[in-house]
């Protein structure tokens, strides 16, 4: 199985703060990765997909970067509304994997 | 707008079994995957299985394996999950969720979760 490791599992940020989070795939996965925001009691949203293209509505603040085994999800300047937590997950092989989660929090 | 709704889920004892559905609107059901993703109370999310548009392919977490079934009906635009032998670890909720492109699919659009517990 290919294990997503995401990194930071927390994070403290203000409002306005640039935020990245990191995950980094055991093997090569090519740009197949999602990015997705789930808030307490929701389900989770797309964000990105194909580790680079922002879903449709999400606003342009959000940006992923990266391919084979590093990517990145940016916040530019983080919003209230943006205080959630923060997955990726991998579609290159079955079985799909999620990272562990990045809860970002008010500082 | 697509639109996915689950139930079925509820309190059962480990050793039973449990069937959730997934009622789809608002796209063509018949031409996506379709998937099914938990959430254990306080954790991560976990992929569980994956059912091909066409329904000739499916695929399974090792963790559900032999003890859990995905299908679909196209006339009722439901999903399914049968969950058989369930164990106390497989307390979460259970999401569906709409699978988008090439194989394996990645999940776009998830629906709002119908919460199993299984406990005695």
């Known amino acids: 199985d290919i294990q997503m490791t995401q990194s930071p599992s927390s994070l403290s940020a203000s409002v306005g703060d640039r935020v990245t989070i990191t995950c980094r795939a055991s093997?090569?996965?090519?740009?197949?990765l999602g990015w997705y925001q789930q808030k307490p009691g929701q389900a989770p949203k797309r964000l990105i997909y194909?580790?680079?293209s922002l879903q449709s509505g999400v606003p342009s603040r959000f940006s992923g970067s990266g391919s084979g085994t590093e990517f990145t999800l940016t916040i530019s300047s983080l919003q209230p509304e943006d205080f959630a937590t923060y997955y990726c997950l991998q579609h290159n092989t079955y079985p799909l994997t999620f990272g562990q989660g990045t809860r970002v929090e008010i500082k | 707008q697509e639109q996915l709704v689950e139930s079925g889920g509820g309190v059962v004892q480990p050793g039973r079994s449990l069937r959730l559905s997934c009622a789809a609107s608002?796209?063509?059901?018949?031409?996506?995957?379709m998937h099914w993703v938990r959430q254990a109370p306080g954790k991560g999310l976990e992929w569980v299985a994956v059912?091909?548009?066409?329904?000739?392919?499916?695929y399974y977490a090792d963790s559900v394996k032999g003890r859990f079934t995905i299908s679909r009906d196209y006339s009722k635009r439901t999903l399914y999950l049968q969950m058989n032998s369930l164990r106390v670890e497989d307390t979460a909720v259970f999401y569906c969720?709409?699978?988008?492109?090439?194989?394996?699919?990645?999940?776009?659009?998830w629906g709002q979760g119908t919460p199993v517990t299984v406990s005695s």
């Open positions: 093997q090569g996965i090519r740009h197949d």
């Open positions: 969720a709409r699978g988008v492109g090439p194989s394996p699919p990645l999940i776009d659009y």
């Open positions: 059912i091909s548009y066409d329904g000739d392919t499916k």
């Open positions: 608002g796209f063509t059901f018949s031409s996506y995957a």
């Open positions: 194909a580790a680079s």
